[in-house]
């Protein structure tokens, strides 16, 4: 069972625009969610977080929403630029007694038409 | 942020062969992680790798498949063993940043392929 969705596969903006990226979850229980871009033959890297005790963490161009009675967060990109052209995941933490453990999504894959 | 790599970053193999994936930190870290990314899905986790005890494997994996080795704290191996088409994937291990648990850094994955 998928707990944490992507239901945009891809997406394609252009140059300058903003960049929405949705994802959606199940389980209450997560409390931080986290946003990784991944360019092919890379592994993921992290790039925005938020608690669940936030609505809105921005940094730089990059700005993660968080509803929480909706389980839906969101990433925005403004102004999308060229090189932000990649696969993005959203993940969300559960945290057991054995440890965290990460949910991530199938991913969107983002173009950003020059 | 802790840098991790992989070996070897892709490879091609025959069924029915193992495949062994180094993972390296550069920073002592507690726990690491395997995951696998097929074709189209999500990461799904594997297992946990502690140093010095057994590995924490998920539903669906075992570890006569995946075997895992953790020998110290910035070091650990993943095989794929027996392999079949069906495990061609990208393998990532992971690893919190040392004192921030909430967030995991990648290595760059390997690719394999079976034959």
């Known amino acids: 069972d998928q707990q944490v969705k992507q239901n945009s596969p891809s997406l394609s903006v252009q140059e300058g625009r903003i960049s929405i990226l949705n994802c959606d979850y199940t389980?209450?229980?997560?409390?931080?969610f986290l946003w990784y871009k991944k360019y092919p033959a890379e592994g993921p890297t992290f790039l925005i977080s938020i608690s669940s005790i936030k609505d809105k963490n921005e940094d730089g161009r990059f700005t993660v929403f968080l509803n929480k009675s909706a389980k839906h967060l969101s990433l925005h990109i403004v102004p999308s630029q060229p090189g932000d052209s990649a696969v993005y995941f959203c993940a969300a933490l559960a945290r057991g007694y054995t440890g965290n453990q990460f949910y991530f999504g199938t991913g969107t894959s983002l173009t950003v038409i020059p | 942020s802790a840098v991790i790599s992989q070996k070897p970053s892709r490879d091609i193999c025959q069924r029915g062969t193992s495949l062994t994936i180094q993972c390296q930190v550069d920073s002592q870290v507690t726990m690491m992680f395997w995951y696998r990314q097929q074709p189209g899905q999500s990461l799904t986790l594997i297992a946990t790798?502690?140093?010095?005890?057994?590995?924490?494997?998920e539903s669906g994996f075992v570890i006569d498949k995946f075997p895992i080795s953790r020998p110290n704290l910035t070091f650990s191996t993943l095989t794929v063993s027996n392999m079949s088409p069906e495990d061609s994937s990208i393998y990532l291990c992971s690893a919190p940043l040392a004192g921030a648990a909430d967030t995991q850094y990648f290595g760059p994955g390997t690719r394999l392929t079976v034959l």
């Open positions: 389980n209450s229980m997560f409390d931080y």
């Open positions: 790798a502690n140093q010095g005890s057994e590995a924490t494997y």
